[in-house]
T-cell receptor
Framework: GAGVSQSPRYKVAKRGQDVALRCDPISGHVSLFWYQQALGQGPEFLTYFQNEAQLDKSGLPSDRFFAERPEGSVSTLKIQRTQQEDSAVYLC??????????????FGDGTRLSIL | SQKIEQNSEALNIQEGKTATLTCNYTNYSPAYLQWYRQDPGRGPVFLLLIRENEKEKRKERLKVTFDTTLKQSLFHITASQPADSATYLCAPALGSNYQLIWGAGTKLIIKP
């Protein structure tokens, strides 16, 4: 597709369940980012991939959060044993080349996660 | 710690006027600063990137300034239109290998 695609758009889960969020970046993009956005706030960085390598996972809030990009294209963010504070919009972004601060990021429309 | 401040209150501007949004940062010196637009229920959309050695950058009706002494970036929309109504986010970065740090955004409302 022409842009970054995320699925599902909405996810409702009960506390304690595991969830998996998918991101299809723009074809050929080297860099992939995951962010968490709370209502009324800016995105908060979670993790960064350069191709299949996870170069920065400093933003993952706990070991319940896990991300992968095994073939350097599609990425999955997994949250285990979900808690209510995990409720947020999860955004994925991609960029054509390596690097973070020096190039535009192309965002998907996010997955809105609600934990009951 | 690094802190990004944007006007938390919504900015109401009359159509046709220039809208000016402010982004202040403290406790660091970014090499790059990016501005994005976000509509409700959508992901951010990139608008402009400015480097620390650039004072000003323009794109159509948009203009961004970067004052490293004041630690401030200003984002201007000239001849504003109701379609410009959105939340605008600023995101500085220390360098090319550093992550963007995002402000909370300013909601801009252009009234016809």
């Amino acid at each position: 597709g022409a842009g970054v695609s995320q699925s599902p758009r909405y996810k409702v889960a009960k506390r304690g369940q595991d969830v998996a969020l998918r991101c299809d970046p723009i074809s050929g993009h080297v860099s992939l980012f995951w962010y968490q956005q709370a209502l009324g706030q800016g995105p908060e960085f979670l993790t960064y991939f350069q191709n299949e390598a996870q170069l920065d996972k400093s933003g993952l809030p706990s070991d319940r959060f896990f991300a992968e990009r095994p073939e350097g294209s599609v990425s999955t963010l997994k949250i285990q044993r979900t808690q209510q504070e995990d409720s947020a919009v999860y955004l994925c972004a991609s960029s054509p080349s390596q690097g973070s601060g020096n190039q535009p990021q192309h965002f998907g429309d996010g997955t809105r996660l609600s934990i009951l | 710690s690094q802190k990004i401040e944007q006007n938390s209150e919504a900015l109401n501007i009359q159509e046709g006027k220039t809208a000016t949004l402010t982004c202040n940062y403290t406790n660091y010196s970014p090499a790059y600063l990016q501005w994005y637009r976000q509509d409700p229920g959508r992901g951010p959309v990139f608008l402009l990137l400015i480097r620390e050695n650039e004072k000003e950058k323009r794109k159509e009706r948009l203009k961004v300034t970067f004052d490293t002494t004041l630690k401030q970036s200003l984002f201007h929309i000239t001849a504003s239109q109701p379609a410009d109504s959105a939340t605008y986010l600023c995101a500085p970065a220390l360098g090319s290998n550093y992550q963007l740090i995002w402000g909370a955004g300013t909601k801009l409302i252009i009234k016809p």
